[in-house]
């Protein structure tokens, strides 16, 4: 099927952006923590393929194989091994799904930040229809990928992240979507029973914290409210108020506003699909049985202008931010990001997200979202804000890599280990 010979094609593509990553702090010196052995076999060369892999299909293979090749044999600037089993049970598995969808695991407590995979052209989206494509979502969904899915995390309701969710929300076996309430009344629309959608802005749950942001801009519910968290099975949930840039330029603001009312039918138009208010998560993974915070995770799915979207500080005392999944998309739009959230939370390791053009399957050669400043400029920030001091190696595709900051291609597996 599709999915399989994705999923092999890529396995080496898979590296890329890691390496194009650690090369370019390679090539910057020797203060990041992602110099190391891991990397610096292709380090001469992975921040030219970075640049070049989005040129030509054949091209980007070709380079793609010699970087993996490159970093196979090495080992992290520790010793450790790049050979063996990553620590599976012990660490946070991470998969990145493509656009802006990670799935988080820690034993069997699963988390989802959703992905798009039906991506319709950008024809449709400006000028057409869209709509799920069930065949898209079946070839690249790895069945039962979701079945211990227990909440869908969704930041706002733009289509490209809302237009899978109801069939990502079949592969689960009970999940729960958790979005603004522009979320809620659009897949009512599409037909996901009422009992699996809370909005978390709702001023009848209050569950959202506003104390780093004005009232809410659809809802009213107040700046200042504290929210609360979301108790998963295994984990929790902070639903963070948040805000969402313009895309283009920094002029165009793409689906602005809110979608109020349950629109029946479920819009076709992708500008229907308003935003809403945006919100960020903050997911801590429990010790099983215990409260006994393992893993602290943050996700956006837009960047934010600090301090909006931030977790406000009484969330940091209990326990300090292992993995910030940070969105790429539109990044050039607002102030200091990536480098105001890293200076100010110190998180152990940094993903970046959506930084891949959407308006294509991925089954494609990958390249950059379209009209948007090189994300290359997006990985020196971040690997410019970690600084140099050193973490445990992460296992990428079974393999041991020295670094902190990865923007990987959709299919990377991640193991992080644990504090
Ligand atoms: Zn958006």
Do not use: K
Not at 361 to 367: M, S
């Amino acid at each position: 099927m599709i999915l399989g010979r994705q999923r092999r094609s890529s396995r080496a593509a898979r590296w890329l952006l890691a390496l194009s990553a650690c090369g370019g702090d390679v090539s910057d010196g020797a203060q990041s923590s992602s110099a190391s052995g891991a990397s610096s076999t292709g380090a001469g060369t992975s921040g030219t393929i970075a640049g070049t892999a989005t040129t030509t299909a054949a091209e980007s293979t070709t380079s793609r194989t010699d970087v993996a090749s490159a970093s196979a044999g090495s080992s992290g600037a520790d010793g450790s091994s790049s050979t063996g089993e990553p620590p599976a049970d012990e660490g946070l598995q991470v998969r990145f799904l493509g656009v802006g969808g990670f799935s988080l695991r820690y034993r069997d407590a699963q988390v989802l930040s959703p992905p798009m995979y039906s991506n319709p052209d950008v024809l449709s989206v400006e000028f057409g229809d869209i709509a799920a494509d069930p065949a898209r979502v079946a070839a690249f969904l790895e069945p039962g990928s979701l079945s211990d899915t227990s909440a869908i995390l969704v930041g706002h309701a733009h289509y490209d992240h809302l237009l899978d969710v109801p069939l990502l929300w079949e592969a689960t076996a009970a999940a729960t979507i958790y979005g603004n309430t522009s979320v809620r009344n659009l897949m009512l629309a599409a037909g996901v029973p009422e009992r699996a959608l809370v909005a978390v802005d709702d001023p009848a749950v209050a569950l959202a914290d506003m104390r780093m942001c004005p009232d809410d801009m659809c809802t009213g519910l107040a700046a200042g409210t504290e929210g609360a968290w979301i108790e998963l099975p295994g984990a929790r949930a902070r639903a963070l108020c948040s805000e969402h840039p313009d895309q283009i330029f920094g002029i165009v603001h793409f689906a602005p506003g809110c979608v109020d009312t349950v629109p029946m039918p479920l819009p076709t138009a992708a500008d229907q699909w308003r935003e809403g208010a945006t919100m960020a998560f903050l997911v801590d993974f429990f010790e099983p049985g215990t409260r006994t915070i393992a893993f602290r995770v943050y996700v956006q799915d837009a960047p934010t202008n600090a301090p909006l979207g931030f977790p406000h500080d009484s969330l940091l005392d209990e326990h300090a931010i292992d993995l910030a999944v940070l969105n790429v998309g539109s990044w050039e739009n607002v102030s200091d990001h990536p480098g105001a959230f890293i200076a100010a939370f110190a998180p152990r390791y940094v993903l970046g997200g959506h930084w891949e053009d959407f308006f294509r399957p991925q089954d494609q050669p990958l390249q950059p979202i379209p009209l948007q400043a090189p994300p290359e400029d997006f990985d020196a920030a971040a690997l410019a804000a970690l600084g140099d001091e050193p973490q445990p190696p992460v296992w990428v595709d079974g393999a041991s890599v020295q670094a902190r900051y990865f923007r990987p291609v959709p299919g990377t597996d991640f193991v992080f280990p644990p504090p």
